[in-house]
């Protein structure tokens, strides 16, 4: 508290400090500034270089060779503020500000005071202008989230954050907000591949979609190796799955591939499974007697498995009990699938390697892998030897057709998981959208706006290196971030205001003025007032405060030039000299506060300011003109000095 009761007396030192110049008097150049400084002054009204170098030199650490050197050696900020001129034939770097007079004759430092009071008024301005439209920003990105199941899908934990906290005190809970989007977009190909397995859009049933669940089906196992789960121990059970019963005619295969899986099972592995050598498989079906054997003991141990792979109307079972069927033609067949499987558990085991090794997946590992399981998928069901076995001719060459498409649909979602393996965090929202796109119905393509804007933002602060990327640290001299709400949600308030934001308006100088400026004309731009504001909430029929506000606001300065050249330059940049008469900005408005809003509406008259605009390190400066205007800006209260919230 005591800390913050500091800060708004700073503030307003500052911005106060025109009020309170001090002078030094000057005497002869002795080596001593105080001394020196009549004379340097003196020196420098008349230009004499050589008597500036003099006292420069007399008081410098390290004399300078020459004027020019000695220009060079002070640095530009010394240089501005002293208005040294330039090298003989040189222009001016700086624009000297006009000091104002007094009756002692004295030279003030009004010049560097003023200006830093002001910029340090604008910069303020400036920072809660952006915390303000931020605050506005992550208050809809909450009721998006509340409202939008796809967010809420693709972007659990960072729901889970701000439904915890209030979004106008974010910064209490900045850096868990990043934890929270940088976890949400780490897990975006699980999130979207849990969305996709619900059918929230009631595709697996559709007979223009059939390929829909087994390519979720595909993606989710894809991703589950990625994260370090056994290849094989996924593959034995894939016929478990819940949604292997939706996947239409791939159900099938799936149910195969997993019977073939745990089939090819090493049983002397243990809890590190592997295959049998592929050499020792064809060993043990080299002749016939022995394929048959195997086939009779398959038959037996997954006969339930093999009654629940039906073609059509009869079963893998049924077929490969028939006297008609060439169960020969199965070995070749069997090696097949053996080599695809080794196929995906070497891309598993590559995969695993990496990450015992606490090092990420690739990208690279996630295409192999993907390739390895399209594979599979392939081999199990194109591959398999249909027209030996008599299974209807139809049914597998509608799935010759479709393997195509669906090598398609699995790569495109795991598109996903690789970019954010190679830590393409935009390419793989990029993704992310194309997948929805594909997916989403008519009715609901409304949502790739949202994911679009939301998704960018979230995958902007994964990025950011530290907190202050995210967000610059609240300026504490002022009330908190949000404190508009105070007016809306009181009977009455008195408190020292700025408004920040655009106005346009009729402007009338009644005196002389420059060349190529009217009298008399349409004017527009950015505006940053700050003054006194008397504000009550607006009142509904039921007597209870409605949430918006009305206010009788008058100004005293305006630095929105300030303000508007902060919004696009940082602290660092240099600002021309100019006084805190030229920002004075007498006015009175009346000022409408809308519903859960920073914004507000104001109207009125305004005198001044003078400063209008910063450019190129130069000001552009007209004498006070006459405003009548609107703007649309934001409420920033600075400091309340009165707040009733009863009757």
């Excluded at 889970?160 to 929270?180: G, M, R």
């Amino acid at each position: 508290m005591k800390n913050s009761t500091f800060k708004y007396l700073k503030i307003l030192l500052i911005a106060a400090g025109f009020l309170f110049p001090y002078f030094v008097q000057g005497q002869a150049p002795e080596g001593n500034p105080i001394i020196d400084a009549k004379s340097l002054a003196d020196s420098i009204k008349a230009n004499n270089q050589q008597g500036i170098l003099n006292i420069i030199n007399a008081n410098s650490p390290v004399p300078f060779k020459d004027y020019a050197a000695m220009l060079d050696g002070l640095g530009p900020d010394i240089v501005k503020l002293l208005n040294l001129p330039p090298e003989a034939g040189k222009k001016a770097l700086f624009k000297p500000a006009a000091l104002p007079k007094n009756s002692n004759n004295l030279t003030p430092e009004a010049g560097f005071t003023s200006t830093a009071g002001i910029d340090a008024l604008g910069t303020f301005l400036a920072d809660r202008f952006k915390q303000e439209v931020e605050i506005a920003f992550l208050d809809k990105f909450k009721a998006k989230l509340d409202s939008i199941r796809e967010l809420q899908a693709l972007l659990p934990s960072t729901r889970v954050i701000l439904n915890q906290n209030d979004p106008y005190q974010y910064t209490t809970f900045l850096e868990s907000l990043k934890e929270a989007l940088n976890k949400d977009i780490n897990n975006l190909p699980s999130n979207l591949g849990q969305f996709l397995g619900t059918d929230p859009y009631h595709l697996g049933s559709q007979s223009n979609t059939s390929l829909y669940f087994p390519a979720v089906i595909a993606y989710q196992n894809i991703i589950k190796i990625t994260q370090g789960q056994s290849a094989i121990t996924l593959l034995d059970t894939l016929d478990n799955e819940p949604l292997v019963n939706n996947a239409n005619v791939y159900n099938s295969y799936f149910r195969l591939l997993a019977v073939m899986s745990r089939t090819l099972t090493n049983p002397a592995s243990g809890a590190a499974p592997t295959y049998i050598a592929p050499l020792n498989i064809a060993n043990a079906l080299a002749d016939n007697n022995s394929l048959r054997a195997f086939l009779g003991l398959f038959l037996i141990k997954e006969k339930a498995a093999l009654k629940q792979v039906v073609f059509k109307d009869r079963s893998l079972y049924d077929v490969l009990i028939d006297k008609n069927a060439d169960v020969l033609a199965f070995r070749a067949w069997i090696g097949d699938v053996t080599q695809s499987l080794i196929g995906v558990y070497s891309a598993y085991s590559n995969i695993s390697i990496q990450l015992k090794a606490s090092k990420p997946v690739t990208g690279a590992q996630v295409v192999d892998l993907a390739k390895a399981v399209i594979g599979a998928i392939h081999t199990v069901s194109v591959q398999l030897p249909s027209k030996e076995l008599k299974i209807e001719p139809a049914y597998t060459q509608q799935v010759s057709v479709d393997i195509n498409s669906l090598k398609l649909a699995i790569s495109s979602l795991v598109g996903i998981v690789t970019e954010i393996s190679d830590k393409n965090y935009g390419l793989a929202l990029s993704n992310t959208i194309i997948v929805m796109q594909k997916y989403l119905p008519p009715n609901r393509q409304h949502v790739i706006e949202v994911v679009t804007k939301y998704g960018n933002f979230a995958v902007s602060v994964v990025k950011a290196q530290n907190a202050n990327d995210m967000e610059q640290a609240l300026n504490t001299a002022a009330l908190p971030v949000g404190s508009y709400r105070i007016k809306r949600n009181s009977r009455q308030n008195f408190s020292l205001n700025a408004y920040a934001g655009i106005f346009g308006g009729y402007e009338h100088f009644t005196g002389s003025v420059p060349a190529g400026v009217n009298s008399n004309s349409l004017t527009g731009g950015f505006t940053a007032p700050v003054g006194l504001t008397f504000s009550w909430g607006g009142v509904g029929k039921d007597g209870k405060l409605a949430g918006d506000s009305h206010s009788i606001f008058l100004s005293a300065i305006d630095v929105g030039a300030v303000t508007s050249f902060r919004l696009t330059h940082d602290a660092a940049a240099t600002l021309p000299n100019f006084t805190w008469q030229n920002v004075v900005a007498p006015g009175l408005f009346y000022v409408y506060g809308f519903k859960k809003s920073p914004l507000s509406l104001g109207g009125g008259a305004q005198y001044g300011p003078q400063l209008r605009s910063i450019s190129d390190n130069s000001a552009e400066i007209l004498p006070s003109a006459w405003n009548f205007r609107v703007f649309l800006a934001i409420d920033i209260p600075v400091f309340s000095f009165y707040t009733k919230t009863e009757k």
